[in-house]
């Protein structure tokens, strides 16, 4: 247990649904992750959030909508999605954003399934 | 810009062997060096990490020395277990370009398997 979640931990959508991914943190934390893991691809950095506030978009497609009420939560919007979406998606987060020693802790992700 | 390189797996071992896995990184400053584990169905974890030339990050029995001069941080241990099988990820922190908050810089992981 990171002190991380995610919900839901499995997720099954056809391309025209909309659904959202949650992540609470519980360690008091001030930036937030979303991560990408695709088989046999390197772990992709998505979004980042420092003090709610997004301060990284890595080219990601307009389909993913990230939204970061406050510095507990996290929500991924999803879309119109594609086949090749589908993913592990991970979020995490990390104490301190200025922080170059901080690790980041990890929640457990949410499998998409895109058909 | 920064990367992480780290050998490609997978990489089986018998119960009680020795491990290495490899990792050289490219950075500009003076990033921190991490090793994360993923075991099946979770999340990454923090294994260890090292923030400045010279420092061992040591956990669970698995260790590595963060060296500048070679641009390394492989890691080891003595004699592995079938619990340690999980795919290994080495990473860098590095700031985000144009703001104050702080990214992780993954390798692209290791799958180590561990025959009993």
């Known amino acids: 247990e990171t002190g991380v979640t995610q919900t839901p931990r499995h997720l099954v959508m056809g391309m025209t649904n909309k659904k959202s991914l949650k992540c609470e943190q519980h360690?008091?934390?001030?930036?937030m992750y979303w991560y990408k893991q695709s088989a046999k691809k390197p772990l992709e950095l998505m979004f980042v959030y420092s003090l709610e506030e997004r301060v990284e978009n890595n080219s990601v497609p307009s389909r993913f909508s990230p939204e970061c009420p406050n510095s507990s939560h996290l929500f991924l919007h999803l879309h119109t999605l594609q086949p090749e979406d589908s993913a592990l998606y991970l979020c995490?987060?990390?104490?301190?954003?200025?922080?170059?020693?901080?690790?980041?802790?990890f929640g457990p992700g949410t499998r998409l399934t895109v058909t | 810009g920064n990367s992480v390189t780290q050998m490609e797996g997978p990489v089986t071992l018998s119960e009680e062997a020795f491990l290495t896995i490899n990792c050289t990184y490219t950075a500009t400053g003076y990033p921190s060096l991490f090793w994360y584990v993923q075991y099946p169905g979770e999340g990454l974890q923090l294994l260890l990490k090292?923030?400045?030339?010279?420092d061992k990050g040591s956990n669970k029995g698995f260790e590595a020395t963060y060296r500048k001069e070679t641009t390394s941080f492989h890691l080891e241990k003595g004699s592995v277990q079938v619990s340690d099988s999980a795919v290994y990820f080495c990473a860098l922190s590095t700031e985000v370009s144009y703001s104050s908050a702080s990214k992780i810089i993954f390798g692209s992981g290791t799958r180590l398997s561990i025959r009993p």
């Open positions: 090292a923030t400045k030339a010279d």
């Open positions: 995490a987060s990390s104490q301190d954003p200025t922080g170059l020693n901080y690790e980041q802790y």
């Open positions: 360690l008091g934390h001030n930036a």
